[in-house]
């Protein structure tokens, strides 16, 4: 897919689909700037020539090449996809903690820090962009990384030239099956957009079946040249999704598709919905300056098993809704230009939630009713000034962050409380421009991450109430870098950075609650490390990109009784992680792909006594587009872990019992048919 750059051969228009990613520019930093001219490492993948011939089931597929980001968890839907960038993300139990996914201008992450990734539909991304290292000043609490993913749209599809049509229908291993339809027309000053996709697979490992439907409506108004309306409402629903468990590597080099037995006796899995409607808005108030607005409202219904008897199903509520206004004034003299951008976010998250005893799957006595709330308020100012080919970006945030808990479950006594946490942070970033296609950056920037509302409500002092174990971690880091583009066929960044971070939060085990997942704060631990990343153009259709991390995430202090962890390496995440890939796009029709990524081993608990080993990653991707007038036929097919490499699609860091490992599967297909019509 290209690291930072999509090859040459994506500006063809034979698809409707495809576009010249050289004339967009990066908005992750809210204030919109070229690539070559930032003062953070950012990268960026353009998927829409890409895309079509990937099995569109994981989001992995579409950021494995981004240094700094590692995902894991692609086979196991009852726990969705896992991310950490620079180490941070990586105690999540299940889905996105400590990461900022943003949709088309919406945020995606609830203010307490949890985000899923499997609330975005994978066929209509377009582009994602990826902040490294704390980014507070930008998004508040929980910004240890920053996902920026737009999907299909107006801007990015000439729906007025052409309507667009498209169907797909694809099969794989595992019995893997997917169904799409999209459907988007412009018709005056209004563009419309439908998409459904259904995807179900019964999965590599026992207990792994899983069923997913989502579809998205998309308006997007233009009252004149100077205003603009998006309006957006999508629904996931999942009715049933199951947890084949960890296993203890003894288990798991006997027969990798078992389930555990305990998740088998206990039915473990989930069921959820989630419907999501939001709105934004920009205006053009002159020649320099423009207003943006954006709300949204979200809920989620969630049914969960677990491998034990106490508090072992779970039903979450939840409801979820914000709002935040900014505005933006430019001004250019003969000496420079400076952008300034106000603005403010209100977000506020309302859980309900319950636990029941689990008894073999069936729901027994209450153990757990409470109500809990997560409300931020986030006001910031950031801006940038050009002079001399000189850029230098400054900002300052302020968020108050009030949480509380209302118990209703009182047969233990009145557990409630309340918590707020009140932050400034600044960012102060500089780029120099060397000469039109090279320049040098560097940036300090802050950021702070709260314990999530399930996280508090994994109490191990009692039943109910929040753990009195948890404060927020904060974290400075600094970064210095460089950038190149020399021509549409080159380009690529090179980044060092040094993260520091206090009262770090961790996942541990308690042996007095087997399979419940606690956490707890450390006294500081330390991320060093560098990112390469390029891509170059060989010829018109053949492109070649390549990525590689290199990182050391240490405890810095670390001790838990009379253990001494310091020193220790953080688990979860490689120390070495390399990509390459090689495009080929004919002219006629026939596009290949083909991807090699080394992870190296893992450690899996924080003793480092456990670890698994280093593999090789190798996919292949083919399509070939038949065009008749003005309809195309695209059959694809993918072959992954082309290699037959034995590694682990999951590790749980901690784990009790040694369970660590999910195996991933050896060598497995999956294919089908796109229409264009």
């Not at 490499?645 to 050896?666: C, H, Q, T």
């Amino acid at each position: 897919m290209g690291c930072l750059l999509v090859p040459g051969f994506s500006q063809l228009d034979t698809s409707g689909l495809w576009v010249n990613i050289d004339s967009i520019t990066v908005s992750a930093t809210k204030i919109s700037k070229k690539w070559l001219n930032s003062t953070r490492a950012i990268s960026e993948v353009n998927t829409s020539s890409t895309k079509e011939i990937l099995p569109q089931v994981t989001f992995q597929d579409y950021v494995n090449e981004m240094p700094g980001l590692f995902a894991i968890n692609n086979q196991n839907k009852a726990q969705d996809l896992r991310i950490s960038v620079r180490g941070f993300g990586l105690r999540s139990a299940f889905g996105v903690r400590g990461i900022k996914l943003v949709v088309d201008g919406i945020p995606e992450t609830t203010p307490d820090g949890q985000g899923q990734i499997d609330v975005i539909p994978l066929g209509l991304i377009q582009k994602v962009e990826l902040i490294k290292g704390p980014s507070a000043v930008l998004y508040g609490n929980a910004s240890g990384g920053v996902l920026n993913i737009t999907t299909l749209s107006e801007n990015n599809n000439n729906l007025l030239a052409k309507p667009l049509l498209t169907g797909r229908v694809a099969y794989g291993s595992f019995n893997t099956q997917q169904y799409q339809l999209t459907y988007g027309r412009k018709i005056n000053r209004t563009s419309f957009i439908f998409h459904g996709n259904q995807t179900r697979s019964d999965g590599y490992r026992n207990q792994s079946y899983y069923l997913t439907r989502h579809v998205k409506a998309r308006m997007d108004h233009s009252f004149s040249k100077y205003s603009k309306i998006n309006l957006m409402v999508d629904y996931l629903t999942r009715p049933t999704a199951e947890d084949a468990g960890s296993l203890t590597l003894s288990e798991a080099e006997l027969d990798p598709r078992q389930a555990r037995g305990q998740n088998v006796q206990q039915q473990t899995g989930e069921d959820l919905s989630n419907f999501k409607a939001s709105a934004t808005y920009s205006y053009k108030t002159g020649n320099r300056s423009h207003f943006d607005s954006y709300g949204f409202y979200s809920s989620r219904s969630f049914n969960g098993a677990l491998p034990f008897v106490n508090g072992g199903l779970v039903s979450l509520d939840r409801t979820y809704f914000g709002q935040g206004t900014s505005y933006t004034i430019r001004s250019v003299t003969n000496v420079l230009s400076s952008t300034v951008k106000y603005g403010y976010d209100i977000a506020n998250q309302f859980d309900n939630r319950k636990r029941f005893e689990n008894l073999s799957g069936e729901q027994g006595a209450s153990t757990l009713n409470q109500r809990e709330s997560f409300k931020n308020l986030g006001l910031y100012i950031i801006g940038d000034v050009d002079f001399g080919g000189m850029t230098v970006n400054a900002g300052l945030r302020f968020d108050h962050n009030s949480i509380h808990l209302e118990d209703v479950f009182f047969f233990d006594g009145d557990d409630s409380g309340s918590r707020s946490y009140t932050r400034f942070n600044p960012n102060l970033g500089l780029n120099i421009n060397l000469d039109a296609a090279t320049s040098l950056f560097a940036n300090v920037s802050t950021g702070f991450d709260t314990p999530t509302l399930n996280e508090l409500s994994n109490n191990p002092d009692s039943l109910g109430g929040f753990s009195s174990l948890l404060t927020p971690q904060s974290s400075v880091s600094f970064e210095l870098g460089a950038k190149i583009q020399v021509t549409e066929q080159i380009k690529g960044q090179f980044t060092l950075f040094n993260i520091n971070t206090k009262d770090e939060i961790t996942p541990y085990s308690d042996s007095n609650y087997p399979d419940r997942i606690f956490y707890r704060n450390i006294g500081s631990s330390k991320r060093v490390g560098l990112e390469i990343e390029c891509s170059y153009q060989l010829m018109s259709s053949l492109a070649v990109s390549a990525s590689y991390s290199l990182a050391s995430y240490k405890y810095d202090n670390y001790q838990v009784d009379t253990i001494d962890y310091s020193g220790n390496i953080l688990p979860g995440v490689p120390s070495h992680n390399a990509f390459v890939s090689l495009q080929y796009q004919h002219p006629l029709g026939l596009s290949v792909i083909l991807e090699n990524q080394l992870i190296s081993s893992i450690y899996l608990n924080d003793a480092n006594t456990a670890q698994s080993d280093r593999y090789i990653l190798s996919n292949l991707h083919l399509g070939y587009k038949v065009a008749v007038r003005s309809y195309s036929v695209q059959p694809f097919i993918s072959f992954k872990n082309i290699l037959g490499s034995s590694y682990f699609d999951n590790l749980r860091i901690n784990a009790f019992g040694d369970r660590y490992y999910e195996p991933a599967p050896g060598f497995n297909f999956f294919g089908g048919v796109k229409f264009n019509i």
